[in-house]
């Protein structure tokens, strides 16, 4: 196996690159949103239940 940077490295790296630009951080955006709505449903439909 080679040593590849990780995720969360290569976006620090291309944050601070001279060609930064938020069309790099879309997908990390998306994702995040995605994790969020499903956590969100979740913790509702447990407080739903839960009473």
């Known amino acids: ?7 969360a490295t290569t976006f620090i790296l291309q944050a601070g690159g001279s060609n930064a630009s938020l069309t790099n951080v879309a997908g990390y955006a998306t994702l995040g949103g995605v994790f969020f709505l499903s956590s969100a449903i979740h913790l509702h439909r447990r407080t739903v239940k839960a009473k």
């Open 1 to 7: 196996m080679g040593s590849r940077p990780s995720q």
